[in-house]
């Protein structure tokens, strides 16, 4: 029997994982730059965390979730998403006593049971940021600048933001009622899971898709028709903090998000270049959730992105860091000079060079070509008669420069090239 990987999952294979690479230390440069700090969580957690965290209701726990009974008789699920357990640690390692914010981020893999196609997988991989602690507008702006910022450095074009604002639970509470009032007497034109949905979360119906509801809903009562005082001074602010930032926000009153902790700002950043699938990123404001897993009330926003819809996206032509690095290639010539390459290769890795060398002993044209397919900018060549010279070749690629250097200022010789 030979084995395939489960469905909705994927090898990331040698020829993509240095982009993948690449674009995770950008990533992480990026985000530790605007004072985030990294945070691991583990890959599971009890269910109730999610069930109470994420909402009982939600399609990622009523339908998505990854969970099992283990030996001991515990409720365990892999993770589906970043922020309740990011939530759990906080509230668990009272990161509140180090400073009065919290500024997170995260990078690491999910697990959702969903309908696998383009861009959506049972196992897929997110960053994302949460600041925990700030109840004020110009925080909602900074994460959303963040995300809409590396989003555009990695390239991507034709990225849309789309920004609403849900309001309080009070707000929603109200709404919810005016909205059911709406749509009762239209019953027969939803669809089933809107008709499920009705009484259960009928918001969720305001993210539908499906076109004849679509159509149904622009007739709707509008969320911010209802905001409080306070919920329309917060987005007012978030809004202009954004334009302030010139980052451009188109505002979509349906877009309520399918987790259940959101309280006013939700955005989303959608990408043209992608199918169905086509929300790179998603995020919002959520004060109430550090107190529903039993922390103390405290106002908190972040995002989450998706790294195979990111991926996805991107110009291929774009190499991120790749580009500035210089690749050394080295050629050895002949069985006698093996151990003094594998020296001085050791050296100059060491001395934070890239540099590969050719373990199959091909002939020199075969390494000229190699060196050239991985886009080499150096090569080093070590041959018979350098052995007996106590020095290498080394040529500047890019200027098609040709010296040679003692062993012993192969290192000093590499730096004086630009
Ligand atoms: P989310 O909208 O469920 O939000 O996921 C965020 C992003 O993860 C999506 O926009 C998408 O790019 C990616 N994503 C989600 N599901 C899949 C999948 N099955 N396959 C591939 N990519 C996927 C959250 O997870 C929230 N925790 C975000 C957040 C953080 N809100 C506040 N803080």
Redesign the pocket.
């Known amino acids: 029997m030979k084995f395939r990987s489960i469905k909705g999952t994927y090898d990331v294979l040698p020829n993509v994982s240095n982009k993948w690479k690449n674009v995770e230390s950008y990533i992480h440069q990026h985000l530790s730059r605007s004072g985030y700090s990294e945070i691991r969580t583990p890959i599971f957690e009890n269910t109730d965390l999610f069930k109470r965290g994420v909402g009982e209701d939600s399609d ?1 726990v009523s339908k998505e979730m990854y969970s099992w009974i283990d030996q001991g008789g515990t409720d365990l699920t892999l993770k589906p ?3 309740a357990s990011v939530v759990r640690s906080y509230i668990q390692n009272n990161l509140n006593s180090i400073s009065p914010i919290s500024k997170l981020y995260y990078i690491g893999d999910l697990f ?1 049971r ?1 309908r696998p196609q383009k ?4 196992q ?1 991989r ?1 960053f ?1 940021i ?1 600041a925990i602690g700030s109840k004020y507008p110009e925080q909602d702006a900074e994460i959303i600048s963040i995300a809409y910022n590396i989003l555009s450095e990695l390239g991507i074009q034709d990225i849309t933001l789309n920004l609403n604002s849900i309001g309080s639970s009070e707000t929603r509470k109200k709404y919810r009622q005016i909205l059911i009032d709406f749509l009762k007497p239209n019953y027969d034109q939803l669809s089933e899971s809107s008709k499920n949905r009705l009484d259960s979360n009928p918001l969720r119906i305001l993210d539908t898709k499906n076109k004849s509801e679509m159509k149904l809903l622009e007739k709707a009562p509008m969320i911010t028709e209802y905001l409080s005082n306070e919920d329309e001074i917060h987005f007012n602010e978030v809004q202009q903090y954004l334009n302030d930032l010139n980052i451009p926000f188109i505002l979509d009153t349906n877009l309520v ?3 259940d902790y959101y309280t006013r700002t939700t955005f ?1 950043i959608v990408s043209s270049k992608l199918g169905a ?1 086509d ?6 404001r ?1 004060d109430n959730l550090v107190q529903s897993l039993g922390g103390k009330p405290t106002p908190s ?6 790294f ?2 990111i991926l996805l996206a991107m110009d291929d032509e774009n190499e991120l860091v790749e580009k500035n690095i210089k690749k050394i290639y080295f050629i050895g010539l002949g069985n006698e000079v093996k151990s003094t390459m594998i020296k001085i290769l050791g050296e100059i890795r060491n001395a934070g060079y890239y540099i590969e060398f050719d373990p199959l002993r091909r002939s020199i044209k075969s390494q000229l070509r190699e060196a050239n397919k991985l886009g080499a900018s150096i090569t080093i060549i070590l041959g018979e008669k350098e052995m007996e010279e106590q020095c290498v070749q080394i040529k500047d690629l890019s200027s098609g420069n040709q010296e040679s250097a003692p062993f012993d200022s192969i290192i000093p010789y590499l730096k004086s090239l630009k």
Do not use: H, K
């Open positions: 990622v998403e970043y922020t959702r969903e861009g959506r997988y049972r897929f997110q994302g949460e998000r399918g987790l989303e699938q929300a790179l990123c998603g995020g919002g959520y926003v972040g995002f989450a992105a998706g195979e819809r």
